[in-house]
């Protein structure tokens, strides 16, 4: 029996183990691919319903703020309950929702009820920080959520054209926001 007979046996016997070595280590390596694609889909449910909540919120916020036929303690029920709901699905969803910004979304509608009680030379700064502070929010949604970014992959997959006189206008606003 000569080496070169060997050769062949010798590769089987070492191939077999790196072969199911190199195996594992892929498979191990792809499965935090796999989890990040059920992870991302958690993450947008989780903030969908979130910004969904900051909107209904919103509105009830706005009627508390500009009724005057509404007791304070009817102002404070109605502003409660939709605390409640934002912060139960903060807790609920800890897993995928940026503590920090859940805490920033309750915020939001702490002490609208005392709105109507403030001096008009306050009220309008009270007002603007109040819808500085939606527009923050669902701005930090849209980016912790990854939406941000997807939609930029889909602007450079597409390259879409979308332009119109109201586009226009609204991007001039938004560069003079800065």
């Given at each position: 029996?000569?080496?070169?007979?060997?050769?062949?046996?010798?590769?089987?016997?070492?191939?077999?183990?790196?072969?199911?070595l190199l195996g594992e280590y892929l498979h191990r390596k792809r499965r935090p691919?796999?989890?990040?694609?059920?992870?991302?889909?958690?993450?947008?449910?989780?903030?969908?319903?979130?910004?969904?909540?900051?909107?209904?919120?919103?509105?009830?916020?706005?009627?508390?703020?500009?009724?005057?036929?509404?007791?304070?303690?009817?102002?404070?029920?109605?502003?409660?309950?939709?605390?409640?709901?934002?912060?139960?699905?903060?807790?609920?969803?800890?897993?995928?929702?940026?503590?920090?910004?859940?805490?920033?979304?309750?915020?939001?509608?702490?002490?609208?009820?005392?709105?109507?009680?403030?001096?008009?030379?306050?009220?309008?700064?009270?007002?603007?920080?109040?819808?500085?502070?939606?527009?923050?929010?669902?701005?930090?949604i849209l980016e912790d959520s990854g939406v941000v970014e997807m939609k930029k992959?889909?602007?450079?997959?597409?390259?879409?054209?979308?332009?119109?006189?109201?586009?226009?206008?609204?991007?001039?606003?938004?560069?003079?926001?800065?």
């Amino acid at each position: 029996m000569e080496w070169s007979d060997l050769i062949g046996p010798a590769l089987g016997v070492f191939g077999i183990p790196i072969g199911i070595l190199l195996g594992e280590y892929l498979h191990r390596k792809r499965r935090p691919e796999q989890f990040a694609v059920m992870m991302f889909e958690k993450r947008i449910e989780a903030y969908e319903t979130l910004l969904r909540l900051i909107y209904e919120a919103s509105s009830v916020a706005d009627i508390v703020m500009n009724s005057s036929d509404m007791s304070f303690d009817e102002k404070h029920e109605m502003m409660g309950e939709v605390i409640l709901r934002i912060a139960e699905h903060t807790d609920r969803t800890a897993l995928y929702i940026d503590e920090e910004l859940g805490v920033h979304c309750v915020a939001l509608f702490v002490d609208a009820e005392d709105f109507g009680s403030l001096p008009d030379e306050i009220k309008e700064q009270a007002k603007a920080e109040y819808q500085r502070g939606i527009r923050e929010a669902r701005r930090m949604i849209l980016e912790d959520s990854g939406v941000v970014e997807m939609k930029k992959l889909f602007h450079s997959i597409n390259k879409p054209v979308i332009k119109s006189p109201t586009i226009e206008f609204l991007r001039s606003i938004r560069r003079k926001r800065g």
